[in-house]
């Protein structure tokens, strides 16, 4: 008998931040806000969810900001 497991990546968007400068590409723009969350799989069902991890993505570069959960939450928007 064997088991086949792993970790599986879900990365959804929860919704946008009010429109600010990028550091990166110097553009005024609203940012996407990302929930990323691993998932324990076994033979690829996704079975556990592990601890979610939050982003935020500028909508022009494509440059990103890691964020709190107090943060992400702020800006939610998407149910
Ligand atoms: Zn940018």
Do not use: D, N, Q, W
């Given at each position: 008998m064997f088991?086949?497991?792993g970790f599986r990546p879900?990365?959804?968007?929860?919704?946008?931040t009010k429109k600010y400068?990028?550091?990166?590409?110097s553009n005024v723009s609203c940012w996407e806000v990302y929930e990323s969350r691993n998932w324990?799989?076994?033979f690829?069902?996704?079975l556990?969810?592990?601890k979610p991890e939050y982003?935020?993505?500028c909508s022009v570069c494509g440059g990103y900001n890691q964020l709190s959960r107090?943060?992400?939450e702020r800006c939610r928007t998407i149910v």
């Open positions: 088991l086949l497991f879900v990365v959804k968007k929860i919704g946008v400068r990028c550091t990166r590409c324990f799989t076994l690829f069902i996704p556990i969810p592990m982003f935020e993505r107090e943060e992400a």
